[in-house]
């Protein structure tokens, strides 16, 4: 069983930064594909950014690519997103997603492992 566990969400001003991270614990993170998605109020969740086992290879949401950026750190067992330009429509609680496998993984029925979330609010 591997468990998740988001932090570094809270309130920035449009244009500001944050940065996402999500703990991994239980497993060998190494072999895991990781993911980034989000669900802002009534809406449902959607795709935000994803990485690879490796990390040499990545893929973004066109409503995020050039401001965010997904990386991980294999020695700390923890994936980033660093978020910058943030935007009102950020807004939303980001998820953090793992399953093992070699494959790039774009779609939330792909994944295993969630984490609770944590909220990032964006105001204008």
């Known amino acids: 069983q591997v468990q998740l566990v988001e932090s570094g969400g809270g309130l920035v001003q449009a244009g500001g930064s944050l940065r996402l991270s999500c703990a991994a614990s239980?497993?060998?993170?190494?072999?895991?594909?990781m993911g980034w998605f989000r669900q802002a109020p009534g809406k449902e969740r959607e795709f935000v950014a994803a990485?690879?086992?490796?990390?040499?290879?990545?893929y973004y949401a066109d409503s995020v690519k050039g401001r965010f950026t997904i990386s991980r750190d294999g020695a700390k067992n923890t994936v980033y997103l660093q978020m910058n330009s943030l935007q009102p429509e950020d807004t939303a609680v980001y998820y953090c997603?793992?399953?093992?496998?070699?494959?790039?993984?774009?779609?939330?029925?792909?994944?295993?492992?969630w984490g609770l979330g944590t909220q990032v609010t964006v105001s204008s």
């Open positions: 990485i690879n086992w490796s990390g040499d290879s990545t």
């Open positions: 997603a793992a399953r093992p496998s070699i494959l790039l993984l774009i779609t939330a029925s792909q994944y295993h492992y």
């Open positions: 239980g497993r060998t993170f190494s072999n895991y594909a």
